[in-house]
């Protein structure tokens, strides 16, 4: 008897999955047939086991999905590690309610949020206003520009240090395949219209492929892989998995030190004066972001608005 095999599932178009052994080996699986009775679908980003064609030059099974650090369900990937939250100044003009609702989304699924702007030569200071918002809020953010080279190589030095699996996601026009190609040259992904054109085509299939970074970048750790999620736009992104009105305030990294300072312990952290409520005297005295707090409340408005019983 030949011995399962274990690796992690980099693509998965159509039932027939790739996945790359810890040598490097790639191999094309099928899944079992019992995953789907238990409406189990392996899925990009899967460490699994697979089991060895009984007749050799046939495809391979896997056998066993091992346990999830979280899933997506669009994009369809799991145990995602670092999710680069990318937007412009502006071409587009960036929305921080989309923004913060994808950071807050990523903290719930214990993902490592990390905030990049892109095409910094087109404002310096809209950029600075958004350094100064995330920062302060306690996020890792990086500035670039593809155009004229800025931040790029601190960008690829964090990137090499990373393990497991990371992405990219952002508003369609803000950068993304661009700023991947110049950080993973041999990547070449489709950029500018001619990708528009190409995602609005009929055939396009809108997937994850998974890229192992060590054959990207020099000194990469053997364990990262980036992400392509071409077809997936940024809304796709922001659906997955939402939380609960309750989880909402741990959503808001620096919110948390604040919290048990309020004096009611049900304070929705939403209209109470800043007497009452630590995170409105924060914001009063400038450790909080208003615009931060802003997205807080539409967020607030949206969970409550699905829980009609909630009194507002
Ligand atoms: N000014 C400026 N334009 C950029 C920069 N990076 C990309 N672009 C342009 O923005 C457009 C969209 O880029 P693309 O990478 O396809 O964006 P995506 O939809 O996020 O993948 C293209 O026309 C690029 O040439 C940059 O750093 N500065
Ligand atoms: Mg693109
Ligand atoms: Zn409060």
Known sequence: MTNNIKGIITSGVGGLYSVRAEDGNLYPCRAKGA????????????????RPPEVSGEEYFIEEIFERKNSLIRPPMAN??????????????????????LLSIAVF?????????????????????HVEIYEKAGFTVFVSSS???????????????????????????VGKSTLM?????????DTGRLSEKISRGKHTTRSVTLYPMCELIENAES????????GFSMLDFIEFDFYSVEDLPHCFPEFEK????????????????PADCAIAAAIANGEIAKERHESYLSIYADLIGKRPWKKK
């Open 35 to 50: 995953f789907r009775k238990k409406g189990l679908t392996p899925l990009a980003g899967d460490h699994v086991s697979i």
């Open 80 to 101: 995602l590690e670092t999710l680069f939250v990318t937007f412009a100044p502006k071409n587009p003009e960036p929305s921080t309610l989309y923004l913060d609702k």
């Open 109 to 129: 699924n214990k993902i490592n949020p990390v905030v990049v702007i892109t095409k910094a030569d087109l404002s310096t200071q809209l950029v600075e206003k």
């Open 147 to 173: 155009e004229d080279g800025t931040g790029l190589s601190a960008l690829a030095d964090y990137i090499k240090n990373l393990k497991g699996i990371c992405a990219f996601a952002g508003a369609s026009g």
């Open 181 to 189: 190609n110049a950080l993973f040259p041999s990547l070449s992904l």
């Open 223 to 230: 364990t990262a892989y980036v992400a392509d999620t071409p």
């Open 258 to 273: 604040y919290l048990a300072d309020c004096r009611y312990t049900d304070c929705s952290h939403t209209k109470e004066s």
